[in-house]
């Protein structure tokens, strides 16, 4: 979105160099990144980097409304529900598409969030090692809102810490080192100095928990929560015994799993403002939209694009017996944007925000993108194309 710096990228790529920087990330972790990484970063000036944060701001205006946790109630599943939940999640995700409106200009529009954890770590040891191997000028940065490598971490470690100890602070999943994102548990473990834990090696003893570190049984009193609710129901029946998480334990959550759920499609409708497409809950549409064929259709209780349906049709409406717990959301069209050796590429921006307890709001504080040149952004629209995959936004500061 830089073309100046487009162009110079494009030329200093070489595919060995590329390969020597895969090697050079790989080796930290041996074996540990299993999914793609794209050939190249996006470069984001201030000016559409402004726009981006625009966007995020009004939604953080809806989330820190007072009324907020009231109408996001029935976002929350009753078998799903954690007790103990505080008054604001943590970690939140945006996810934008990068488009052209009317005039051909590039314009962010949003497509999905999270009130949950991704790549934090990760996207601090990647983009610093990438910018050893390719231009990457000084004055932009994967860090937003002014941090840098060592003053990010450092707020990394205070908000999952809080004012616990690291050896009495863990990272929940569900069996961990089988994960995709796997690297980034790593990262934060060398980061934060906490480590991963299943959810099948957790010890419950009354409304305590404990787990076993170097050997010795050690008292959990904070969670870093990246367990996900519907990966537990399709997995449960092979896991063997696992603590419910859904009692009422002596441990702090960061963020609670009920932001899970607050802060995702279910937000979408309450939202208006000109980067976030229209979005309305099926049960209160009066009359289907004549041109279906811009909408996509969405179940709010499914994650990771289960279930969304992208070319929709009255047919697909009408078999719907629960329209309360689906979203209608206008389609956003990704602008061919970045150029590439063959066909331009879209690119998708997460800008991700920490909220560390005492702050009246969250920060944006780094991001990751994912380039894709298929239908839609993903691994399965991306089989056999190269300058696709994870990436990272180069913002200028």
């Not at 289960?306 to 078999?319: H, L, M, P, R, S």
Request: aromatic share 14%.
């Amino acid at each position: 979105m830089v073309p100046a710096m487009r162009k110079a990228y494009n030329d200093a790529f070489s595919t060995e160099r590329y390969k020597a920087f895969l090697k050079d990330l790989d080796s930290k972790y041996p074996g540990a990144i299993e999914f793609r990484l794209c050939e190249t970063p996006a470069f984001v000036n201030n000016q559409f980097g402004s726009q981006l944060i625009e966007a995020c701001e009004h939604i953080i205006d809806v989330i820190t409304d007072a009324g907020f946790k009231a109408f996001t109630e029935r976002a929350i599943p009753a078998a799903e529900r954690v007790p103990n939940e505080n008054d604001h999640c943590h970690m939140i995700a945006f996810d934008f598409g990068v488009c052209y409106n009317e005039q051909g200009e590039p314009e962010p529009q949003l497509i999905e969030m999270q009130g949950f954890p991704t790549l934090f770590g990760f996207q601090v040891y990647y983009p610093d090692l990438l910018r050893k191997y390719f231009p990457v000028p000084d004055n932009y940065s994967q860090y937003l809102n002014g941090y840098d490598h060592d003053s990010y971490l450092q707020l990394l470690k205070e908000v999952i810490l809080g004012d616990v100890p690291a050896e009495n602070t863990i990272l929940l999943e569900i069996q961990p080192h089988q994960q995709k994102t796997r690297i980034d548990f790593y990262c934060t473990q060398d980061y934060v100095g906490i480590q991963p834990v299943c959810i099948t090696e957790l010890i419950q003893e009354g409304k305590k928990l404990f787990y076993n570190r170097d050997g010795k049984k050690t008292e959990v009193k904070r969670i870093y929560n990246r367990m996900i609710f519907d990966e537990l129901n399709a997995k449960k029946h092979t896991l063997g015994t696992y603590v419910d998480i859904t009692q009422d334990l002596d441990v702090q959550w960061v963020p609670h799993p009920n932001w899970f759920y607050r802060i995702s499609k279910f937000t979408l409708p309450f939202l208006h403002h000109p980067y976030i497409p229209a979005t309305y809950f099926l049960n209160e549409i009066k009359q289907v939209p004549a041109d279906l064929e811009n909408y996509v259709l969405k179940p709010l209780f499914s994650f990771a694009g289960q279930g969304v349906i992208i070319d929709v049709t009255q047919a697909d409406i009408e078999k719907i017996d629960d329209p309360e717990n689906w979203i209608l959301q206008r389609k956003v069209k990704y602008a061919d944007i970045i150029e590439t050796p063959d066909v331009p590429a879209k690119v998708e921006i997460r800008i991700m925000y920490v909220w560390k307890d005492g702050w009246g709001r969250p920060q944006p504080v780094i991001n990751l993108a994912r380039l894709s040149k298929g239908k839609m952004i993903g691994v399965n629209y991306n089989k056999d194309k190269t300058w696709v995959g994870g990436s990272v936004a180069y913002f200028e500061k």
